[in-house]
């Protein structure tokens, strides 16, 4: 049973639900981030976004909001929540600052910060954080992206010089796209494949000088830069190549791994493959620090294609005097109000992702689970996040006609500078493969190989008893669930716990086929009479396994999105997130409804139905279209739209053009319809 949605919403009601556990950031950066030079400038050159971009990163250092994350004793305040919240606010000014503060300070910092001793902390964080050491992340190979265990960097240990020798041993071995690289970077942390005594233990990290104090390379360095690229022109994106580059020994940045001064090796964890993913772990930082800025910049083109829509004016109805507002199209509607949706949804995921991020890391001891829960949930969400983000831009890119295409309506700007955001910090299909590999995992690590795992009713057993594990609003989640009658085609459509149910079937469904399938292909790979690689058993079923993490982001997003309306207390606040959701829950089954279709979910009525569902959310939802981009209360000054600019004064004088006409009408009328005396 719904309830119609009030009149009128408070904005700022959903304002404090959205700003949620990190609010007092949020607030500071609206009320403190107004310097003109934060935004883009539309024509400059990439000399000169460089240049306005690294005078911004050192008035943000002079600002302290850079320390949130760092520890106290070095002048930060241990609030790794707040330090990705900061950068998410930072996101809405200019995209090229946001990558050189999390570059600066998430990237290089938290390296040194996370991968560090005290010996590094001491020496560097401090220097680190006032921006008086830019530095870089060395990560990346021309010849190695995704894959950064097998990166062929090599940094050999010497005893007698106590030493360590960083080599390129090749063009495709260089560093590449390195941001901070082709002209601020001093010193960068460089992630090489570490031998000692001829023993390689795969990949750690060390802290190299690049440049002297008077800016120009060091000894063995060779410094290029990328160049131009299709956005992000505030970045000075470089490659690094190393000639036998001599490191000290102190340098290696060593919380996981220790060389002695004979070159002997030794780690607290002992598999090389688990020390590898555990050092990459503590940096996730960054890859949830993208989604958020991701998210930030579609809030942005929707807030801007909004207020655009409801002031543009295109064709007249039959009879009417005026033309009609762009926001009063059903296919206008359509596009942006499910984009809006998904954007209020994923907003409520990636809150509830910093808030476990935060603890997780800020825990006394490493929980090794929770941080593998971590890893795959940022993983889902930062591809998520950005690949809306890439449509929505567009989207609204359209929208906006013509208007959309110049640069003074900031909408080029955000489509180029977020496209890269779906292959950096993690190549958005092979996070998938990470969420899939996590799902898979933990059957592996219970139940043995997968040609051990029986018939097909234990498999099913299994996915029902594992899978669905919860992180928001565990308790209600069940409730509405359990709660939803045995036929679904008798179930209203906006009935939440059928909605929970439809995604939550489709995970347990499409994971289980993939295991069967998987299974089938151990089994004919340990045929004698015609043996089957490995590789080629789970690269048979790899678009299978990607679905499954699609659909396992699909419901933790909704489940996120209810958590988030739970905690609600407006009610109209919440009566309006409530409609939001049902929008956001059918527009998403609607998107796959073949699947559903093909799998008995829903029936050919109801699937026409449910077209029709979302015809209605979205013309229930139309007087509010404003009201929810009001709530994530951009500053004005932030948009740097002159569309909006534009279309106030086009309002303005339209408004008065109207109230003349009517004068003059009204006066018409006066003069046929009362007797004027004479003289008069």
Known sequence: MTTSLPHAVDPRALTGVLDGRWSHVRRDARENL?????????????????????????????????????????????DVGGSVTAIEMLAFTDLSLMVKAGVQWGLFGGAVQALGTQRHHDAYLRDIMS???????????????SDVQQLRTTCTYDPATQTFDLHTPHEAARKDYIGNAAKDGRMAVVFAQLVTQGTNHGVHAWLVPI?????????????????????????????????????????????????????????????????????LGTLVRGRVSVGGSAAAAAKLALDIVVRYGDTRRQFSAPGADREILL??????????LPALATTYALHFAQEELVGTMHDVQAAEELDEGAQRELESRAAGLKAAQTWHATRTIQM???????????????????????????????????????????????????????????????????????????????GL??????????????????????????LEDREKHVLESAIRRLRGGAEAASSPARPVRPFDVFNDVQDHVLRAAQAHIDRIVLEAFVAGIERTTDA????????????????TIEADRAWFLEHGRLTPTRAKALIAAVNALVKELRPHMVTLVDAFAIPEE???????????????????????????????????????????
């Not at 059903?330 to 942006?336: N, T």
């Not at 459509?493 to 909605?499: E, T």
């Not at 003059?664 to 319809?673: D, F, P, Q, V, W």
């Open 34 to 78: 107004h310097d003109p030079e934060l935004l883009p400038v539309y024509g400059e050159s990439m000399a000169e976004a460089r240049q306005r971009v690294t005078r911004m990163a050192r008035k943000i250092a002079d600002s302290g909001r850079v320390s949130l994350g760092f520890p106290k004793e070095y002048g930060g305040e241990g």
């Open 131 to 145: 921006f008086e050491l830019p530095g870089c992340f060395a990560m990346t190979e021309t010849g190695h992206g």
């Open 211 to 279: 440049r002297d104090e008077q800016g120009d390379p060091m000894p063995g360095v060779t410094i290029g830069d990328d160049g131009p690229k299709a956005g992000l022109n505030g970045v000075d994106n470089g490659r690094l190549t190393f000639d036998h580059v001599p490191v000290p020994r102190d340098m290696l940045l060593d919380r996981y791994g220790q060389v002695a001064p004979d070159g002997t090796y030794t780690s607290d964890i002992e598999n090389e493959t688990r020390r590898f993913f555990t050092m």
């Open 327 to 336: 926001n009063d199209y059903l296919v206008h509607q359509r596009k942006l």
């Open 396 to 474: 609204c890119r359209e929208a906006c006609g013509g208007a959309g295409y110049l640069q003074e309506n900031r909408l080029p700007h955000l489509k180029a500078d977020t496209d890269v955001f779906t292959t950096f910090e993690g190549d958005n299909t092979v996070l998938l493969q990470l969420v899939a590999k996590g799902l898979l995992t933990g059957y592996r690590d219970a139940f043995g190989s997968l040609d051990g795992w029986g018939k097909v009713g234990f498999v099913a057993d299994m996915v029902r008893e594992t899978v669905l594990e919860r992180t928001a609003a565990r």
């Open 477 to 502: 989640i069940a409730r509405l669930v359990d709660a939803v009658p045995g036929r679904d085609d008798e179930v209203p459509l906006l009935d939440r716990g059928w909605q929970l149910k439809m």
């Open 572 to 587: 109209d606040a919440r009566a309006l997130l409530d409609r939001v959701c049902d929008l956001y829950a059918l527009s």
């Open 638 to 680: 932030w948009k740097g739209a002159a569309i909006l600019r534009e279309e106030d004064d086009r309002q303005e004088a339209m408004a008065t053009h109207d109230v003349a006409a009517g004068d003059a009408e009204l006066r018409r009328g006066t003069a046929t319809s009362v007797e004027v005396p004479p003289g008069q």
